[in-house]
């Protein structure tokens, strides 16, 4: 072989290995753009937390109850809830969901009045005007989980998975306080293949339950006959239940946004306070501390939310307002957001409509919020590069939004659900 050849040789075998190389390179970054998408790794979890109150946890962040809030405000911006939306928790959440004021979302009160059954009755998931962020992300392609939302029910088909929220309690069959999703289950989750988790979570929440009330109050409630006390339970354990599966589900499913609704602070606190003032000292002996051990409690699960989540996840707590240590709303409801793209800006005080909350959410997973919604994006709370990197991209309106036909068969409405819409109907009005 003479020189000429060899030299060649080695040239072309370079050759060859550079463009191997190079060929090599291009396909890693084609499939890491392809498969990588900029937004692939941001995630979500929203917490609901029906009428947290800035005074009263900022009372109980000081007596030492709430220190995983404490942390967390420190860690991001926060608002206080526009007084404006100060309505009725049906309302105030679909708001929270759809980014439009209850007049387009449509669902206006605590209840509707059903004509065929001749009383009031919740409001179905059906009644709903507008798409929630879950059917937004659920479009785009995003998985979602949602538990225990207000006005949930039926399920919704997501990407990802769908726990109801329908108010029931079988007092008639001395059943301990069942999740509907396991008696008359119809359209209570989706996918129908969750069944057994969640009997078994609610199950095993249920078992602990009796251990699980010491956190907020004393054992001895439980042999208590009088309604409001006996809801308390109920209403402690439907959150016991959703924030735990909330939390099994994350882990299993891994979707990139959850959103968990627990509505016993706002139950309990009227149950609390809101009744004549014998009762109420009657009350106050046996409950004790119930609010600040309530909020301590609820401290413990934001603290469990924030080990579940990883560097790429912003946490929001919302509240759609407060409500005081007497039992009475106040429009001092909170809004605490902590994330990579979010300022550490805890000494700022700035207001959030709850319509701004579903575009926020749409914009932190690069999905595109429409023209027409009335809350925007809640810029305040980004860092100024993330915003100059990400521009806010708007579509004219979404699609139409044709909700799931409503179902034939409601969950068998019992008269307690009756009685327990009244005791919250006594305490709005
Ligand atoms: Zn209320």
């Known amino acids: 072989m003479n020189l000429t050849a060899k030299f060649y040789r080695i040239f072309r ?90 007049e387009k979302h449509d669902i206006q009160f605590l209840n509707y009045y059903d004509s065929a059954e001749q009383r009031a009755t919740p409001y179905l998931s059906t ?28 399920a ?26 396991y008696v008359n289950g119809d359209q209570m989750f989706y996918p129908l293949t969750l069944k057994s988790t969640l009997e078994n979570i609610a199950h095993l929440q249920e078992m602990k339950y009796k251990d699980n009330i010491r956190m907020i109050t004393q054992a001895s409630v439980s042999k208590s006959e009088r309604s409001p006390i006996k809801t308390t339970l109920w209403d402690f354990l439907t959150d016991d239940i959703n924030q735990k599966i909330g939390q099994e589900l994350y882990q299993e499913i891994k979707p990139r946004v959850l959103a968990v609704y627990l509505e016993g602070l706002h139950r309990i606190g009227h149950n609390l306070l809101s009744e004549e003032e014998d009762t109420r000292r009657e009350h106050m002996e046996i409950y004790e501390d119930v609010l600040g051990n309530y909020y301590s409690y609820l401290d413990g699960i934001l603290g469990e939310y924030i080990q ?20 009475q709303h106040t429009a001092d409801g909170i809004f605490i957001i902590a994330g990579p793209a979010i300022k550490r800006d805890a000494k700022s005080f700035f207001t959030i409509s709850l319509d701004d909350i579903a575009p926020t959410i749409l914009y932190l997973m690069g ?6 919604m009335d809350g925007r994006v809640f810029r305040f709370a980004f860092k100024r590069e993330y ?16 909700p799931l036909a409503s179902p034939a068969k409601k969950p068998v409405a019992r008269k ?9 109907e006594q305490v709005e009005n």
């Open 367 to 372: 999905v595109s919020v429409s023209a027409d």
């Open 416 to 424: 307690d659900i009756v009685e327990r819409t009244k005791i919250l």
């Open 308 to 327: 579940l989540a990883d560097e790429e996840t912003t946490i929001i707590v919302v509240s759609d307002r407060g409500l005081n240590q007497r039992g």
């Open 127 to 154: 009644q709903r005007k507008k798409p929630a962020f879950w059917n937004i992300l659920t479009e785009n392609g995003i998985t979602t989980g949602i538990v225990g939302w207000p006005v949930s029910w039926p």
């Open 156 to 181: 919704e088909a997501v990407n990802g998975f769908f726990v109801s929220a329908y108010e029931y309690f079988d007092d008639e069959t001395g059943d301990m306080f069942p999740r509907a999703f």
């Open 13 to 102: 075998k370079n050759i060859q290995a550079v463009t191997l190389s190079a060929l090599r390179a291009l396909i890693i970054a084609f499939c890491f753009f392809s498969t990588k998408p900029l937004y692939a790794e941001t995630k979500v979890i929203l917490l609901g937390i029906d009428s947290a109150d800035w005074k009263a946890l900022g009372h109980f962040i000081n007596k030492g109850k709430a220190s995983n809030f404490k942390t967390f405000i420190k860690r991001g911006t926060r608002a206080h809830v526009n007084p404006e939306d100060n309505k009725d928790a049906p309302v105030n959440w679909t708001t929270v969901a759809t980014g439009f004021k209850s």
């Open 387 to 402: 915003l100059a990197a990400h521009p806010v991209e708007t579509v004219e309106t979404f699609k139409e939004y044709v």
